[in-house]
């Protein structure tokens, strides 16, 4: 059965850093594009970072460039958000999906397969 697990989050203070991992099951990662996303309360889901099919390239959003990093590891199926200098508008629900378009994107409809979410906090 296919299936995304994030994991990874919690509370961390101002300033701090977290590693969340998506790792998937039944299929190969690699084969895909690979996107985080992150929903707080009363906003829209918004895409964080994004990995294309084959490491064929990345982005990331104005807010978390130069502080977030995406990469894969293909050895243990699994696609990793290294989150750095967090800040408190950081703070939401994180979900990694895959999609089935070579390259990447940043807008949820690219998406078809969807992990559950993971809680990032950031707060003093």
């Known amino acids: 059965q296919e299936q995304l697990v994030e994991s990874g989050g919690g509370l961390v203070q101002p300033g701090g850093s977290l590693r969340l991992s998506c790792t998937a099951s039944?299929?190969?990662?690699?084969?895909?594009?690979i996107g985080w996303f992150r929903q707080a309360p009363g906003k829209e889901r918004e895409g964080v970072s994004c990995?294309?099919?084959?490491?064929?390239?990345?982005d990331y959003a104005d807010s978390v460039k130069g502080r977030f990093t995406i990469s894969r590891d293909s050895a243990k199926n699994t696609v990793y958000l290294q989150m750095n200098s967090l800040k408190p508008d950081d703070t939401a629900v994180y979900f990694c999906?895959?999609?089935?378009?070579?390259?990447?994107?940043?807008?949820?409809?690219?998406?078809?397969?969807w992990g559950q979410g993971t809680q990032v906090t950031v707060s003093s």
């Open positions: 039944g299929y190969t990662l690699d084969y895909y594009a």
């Open positions: 990995i294309s099919s084959s490491d064929a390239g990345a």
């Open positions: 999906a895959s999609g089935s378009s070579y390259f990447c994107e940043l807008h949820p409809q690219g998406y078809q397969f």
